[in-house]
T-cell receptor
Framework: GNSVTQMEGPVTLSEEAFLTINCTYT??????LFWYVQYPGEGLQLLLK?????DKGSNKGFEATYRKETTSFHLEKGSVQVSDSAVYFC???????????FGKGTKLTVNP | EAGVTQSPTHLIKTRGQQATLRCSPI?????VYWYQQALGLGLQFLLW???????NRGNFPPRFSGRQFPNYSSELNVNALELEDSALYLC???????????FGSGTRLTVV
């Protein structure tokens, strides 16, 4: 079956550090891939997505590239801010109405 | 455009009671998904409704049930509440999952 594996957290960085959160997936065909962010006490928000191989999703300085050859969709940001502190979830969809499959989430804390 | 709305925001119940949680999807979205997020855990898939029918359910006991109304809004019912049912319950709606979900802000259920 489909699955998503994220790097274990928590991740703690200083402001302006480089961020990478690894995400790999197992799926048949060409799933759509997503990163969601959950700020403390809130629901999840879609951060970025990519629907085909080599697509790069980007938003708010974050980016992730759909790598079919390595079945990966790693999240990166060049310079994190305190306001980026949140839990980040990687997810995939096989399309249609089937449910999204989520990773377990990675908690990021950015210290000033 | 209104987002996904959930009510109530917070709910406190006594063990053994019943809880009813409500969700209104984005206009035009026919699929509604329910997830449980217990403290420190990832997202656990509960239920998926589409066009008024239950399409899939996660690994939860039958005391977790729900329905979807003709206007596509949805209700999650939890009977015989147990302490471990305390969690954030998230509702999401989607037109097509390769577009991603839109989540509501959640209902925080506390069982005492």
């Amino acid at each position: 079956g489909n699955s998503v594996t994220q790097m274990e957290g928590p991740v703690t960085l200083s402001e302006e550090a480089f961020l990478t959160i690894n995400c790999t997936y197992t799926a048949t065909g060409y799933p759509s891939l997503f990163w969601y962010v959950q700020y403390p006490g809130e629901g999840l928000q879609l951060l970025l997505k990519a629907t085909k191989a080599d697509d790069k999703g980007s938003n708010k300085g974050f980016e992730a590239t759909y790598r079919k050859e390595t079945t990966s969709f790693h999240l990166e940001k060049g310079s994190v801010q305190v306001s980026d502190s949140a839990v980040y979830f990687c997810a995939l969809s096989q399309g249609g109405s089937e449910k999204l499959v989520f990773g377990k989430g990675t908690k990021l804390t950015v210290n000033p | 455009e209104a987002g996904v709305t959930q009510s109530p925001t917070h709910l406190i119940k006594t063990r053994g009671q019943q809880a009813t949680l409500r969700c209104s999807p984005i206009s035009g979205h026919t699929s509604v998904y329910w997830y449980q997020q217990a403290l420190g855990l990832g997202l656990q898939f509960l239920l998926w409704y589409d066009e008024g029918e239950e399409r899939n359910r996660g690994n939860f006991p039958p005391r977790f049930s729900g329905r979807q109304f003709p206007n596509y809004s949805s209700e999650l019912n939890v009977n015989a509440l147990e302490l471990e049912d305390s969690a954030l319950y998230l509702c999401a709606s989607s037109l097509r999952t390769d577009y991603g979900y839109t989540f509501g802000s959640g209902t925080r259920l506390t069982v005492v």
